[in-house]
């Protein structure tokens, strides 16, 4: 079966940090991206990082310096390093891998895409 499995979310204090990890099953990141995306109560969904299989990672202008990328081909999972939380970075995340990723636009029926897992950050 081919499915991404997240886990790592729950709740910090502002300033703190969380590790979001995204198992695949049935594929591997070697040869698609992958990606995380967010969504808050009212607001858009965002596109907050990706990854390439050569390593290449984009990030959002509202995480770039805080939060990191990173793949385990091995272990067939990607994390996403969350560093200095801000009470805005509260959200769902959702882990999502395709050729290419940054084009999903948030749309669940391309793709792959894992459960969600919930972030809250206070101040």
């Known amino acids: 079966e081919v499915q991404l499995v997240e886990s790592g979310g729950g709740s910090v204090q502002a300033g703190g940090s969380l590790i979001l990890s995204c198992t695949a099953s049935?594929?591997?990141?070697?040869?698609?991206?992958m990606g995380w995306y967010r969504q808050a109560p009212g607001d858009e969904c965002e596109l907050v990082s990706t990854?390439?299989?050569?390593?290449?990672?984009y990030y959002s202008d509202s995480v770039k310096g805080r939060f990191t990328i990173s793949l385990d081909n091995a272990k067939k999972t990607g994390y996403l390093h969350m560093n200095t939380l801000k009470p805005e970075d509260t959200a769902v995340y959702y882990c999502a891998a395709d050729g290419w990723v940054a084009g999903l636009g948030c749309n669940r029926n391309l793709g792959y895409w894992g459960q969600g897992t919930q972030v809250t950050v206070s101040s």
């Open positions: 990854i390439s299989p050569d390593g290449s990672a």
């Open positions: 049935g594929f591997t990141f070697r040869e698609i991206d």
